[in-house]
Each structure stands twice: as structure tokens, then as C-alpha cells.
């Protein structure tokens, strides 16, 4: 069991707890757009490897270096940052998913050292069952989004995300940040789906013809996978695994 479980808003929340020295694992959360297409793409058995976003010649390019394919915005050509659009993908396919928000705060554990895994409400019970095998502090990082001048801009999709995760570990071990998050989402539980498709986020994805993506994002514990970037025995390793196993 790990010796706490906090609870930190992106890149700098894991700068901050990283720096500390006890931090055991890096849980990131990016509902309804990175964790949840990053579940469904290892559910079909795709391979996906996370890119810094804003630079499609460097992502190309990566890409070609790996016989990967690249996936775009959700309305581009597949494949395409809807969870659809990568489980449609022959297993076996490595692909390179640019995202502004989870991918990056993947990657900041990722070059930071430190074992990273994605959460998701889909995913959420099979994530606790990972945690309780982590020496150390584990960190419920909600990714959150960006407003047009670059600040974070809180998610409450990806705050419900990392509830569910504490809602099934054990209390006691629980930050009250990883606390607030876990009574949010058992507040709003038996009516999930409809505050998700409330949310900001949601709007935006319904508005651009993606209904589908918010109600799926909310099926909770639908899925097995635990995306863990690198392997247990290969650290340096650049695409997502699935550690299913309770073992860092």
C-alpha cells in the first residue's frame, strides 16, 4: 500500500511533490480526451507513444523513426484523438498521440524519473489495484485544460477522474486534496454521465459532433488496462504499456 496518496494540478503539481524525494508514482488524468483514448487504444492493443503538442514536423518526424503512425485533432483524418478512432487501429500499431495536457504531464514524470500511469474514470478501480502494490507517495495528477493565454484552466472531469481512484482506496491514506476529490465524485456518482456532459469540455467535444466520447469517458471501470509508460523492465521505454499487474 503506499504511504500516502496527494493529489496535485499538472506539471507543476509534480514538480512540486517530486521534489520532495518520496514520490513513488505519477497517476495522470485526462478524461475525456488523453487517458481514456490512451485505455481504449491498449484495449485493442495499440501502442501508443505521447508527444509534446504544437510541433507536427517533430511529432512526423519521431514518428518515422519508430514506423509509427500520427494521430491528429478528433474531425482529422484517422487516426485521431477520439478513443474510437485508436481502437479501430490493427493491433500491433504504434502511434504517436500529441496532447496538450496529459501527454505533457506524462511526459514531465517521464523525464523527471518518475513511473507514470494514466487514470481514467473507465479505469479507475483497475488504477487503485496498481496503487496498492507502490512503495511510496502516489500522486492523482488531474491534467486540467489551458485557457487561450496559457494558465491552467481546472477540469472537473479529470478532479472526478482522480476521485474515483480514492474513492476505492482506503481513507486514511488520503491527502485532504485527494480527499475533496474523491467526496466530488461520490457526490455526483449515480448521476455521472450527466455532469460530465455539462462540463466545459464536454460542451465543446458535443458542440463538434462527439457525444459519443463524453458518455463513454464516463462508463465507469469498463476497463482491465493500466497505461503505464516504459515497463517494469525497461525504464527508457516510450510508449504506453499496460500494467495491469501491481507491480512498478
Known amino acids: 500500500m503506499p504511504g500516502r496518496i496527494a493529489c496535485e494540478w499538472g506539471p507543476p503539481g509534480i514538480a512540486a511533490v517530486a521534489g520532495d524525494g518520496a514520490l513513488g508514482v505519477v497517476v495522470v488524468f485526462d478524461v475525456l480526451i488523453f487517458s481514456t483514448a490512451v485505455v481504449a487504444a491498449l484495449d485493442a492493443g495499440v501502442w501508443v507513444?505521447?508527444?509534446?503538442?504544437?510541433?507536427?514536423?517533430?511529432?512526423?518526424?519521431?514518428?518515422?523513426?519508430?514506423?509509427?503512425?500520427?494521430?491528429?485533432?478528433?474531425?482529422?483524418?484517422?487516426?485521431?484523438?477520439?478513443?474510437?478512432?485508436?481502437?479501430?487501429?490493427?493491433a500491433g500499431t504504434h502511434v504517436v498521440v500529441p496532447s496538450p495536457n496529459?501527454?505533457?504531464?506524462?511526459?514531465?514524470?517521464?523525464?523527471?524519473g518518475v513511473p507514470v500511469v494514466l487514470g481514467a474514470l473507465v479505469n479507475a478501480e483497475a488504477v487503485a489495484d496498481f496503487l496498492r502494490a507502490v512503495d511510496g507517495v502516489a500522486l492523482l495528477v488531474p491534467a486540467g485544460e489551458r485557457w487561450?493565454?496559457?494558465?491552467?484552466?481546472?477540469?472537473?472531469?479529470?478532479?472526478?477522474?482522480?476521485?474515483?481512484?480514492?474513492?476505492?482506496?482506503?481513507?486514511?491514506?488520503?491527502?485532504?486534496?485527494?480527499?475533496?476529490?474523491?467526496?466530488?465524485?461520490?457526490?455526483?456518482?449515480?448521476?455521472?454521465?450527466?455532469?460530465?456532459?455539462?462540463?466545459?469540455?464536454?460542451?465543446?467535444?458535443?458542440?463538434?459532433?462527439?457525444?459519443?466520447?463524453?458518455?463513454?469517458?464516463?462508463?465507469?471501470?469498463?476497463?482491465?488496462?493500466?497505461?503505464?509508460?516504459?515497463?517494469?523492465?525497461?525504464?527508457?521505454a516510450e510508449w504506453f504499456v499496460n500494467a495491469s499487474h501491481p507491480a512498478v
Do not use: F, K
Open 148 to 236: 487561450p493565454d496559457g494558465s491552467l484552466r481546472p477540469a472537473l472531469e479529470d478532479w472526478l477522474g482522480a476521485g474515483a481512484v480514492a474513492a476505492a482506496l482506503p481513507w486514511a491514506i488520503l491527502s485532504e486534496e485527494a480527499r475533496a476529490a474523491r467526496l466530488a465524485y461520490e457526490g455526483c456518482r449515480t448521476r455521472l454521465v450527466d455532469v460530465l456532459a455539462a462540463t466545459r469540455s464536454a460542451q465543446e467535444l458535443i458542440a463538434r459532433g462527439y457525444p459519443g466520447d463524453v458518455e463513454g469517458a464516463g462508463e465507469v471501470d469498463r476497463s482491465a488496462a493500466v497505461p503505464r509508460l516504459g515497463s517494469a523492465s525497461d525504464s527508457s
Open 49 to 90: 507513444h505521447p508527444h509534446a503538442w504544437g510541433d507536427g514536423a517533430a511529432a512526423a518526424a519521431y514518428a518515422a523513426t519508430r514506423g509509427a503512425m500520427v494521430a491528429g485533432r478528433r474531425g482529422e483524418a484517422e487516426p485521431n484523438l477520439s478513443p474510437g478512432s485508436l481502437a479501430r487501429l490493427r
Open 102 to 112: 496529459g501527454a505533457a504531464c506524462a511526459l514531465a514524470a517521464h523525464s523527471a
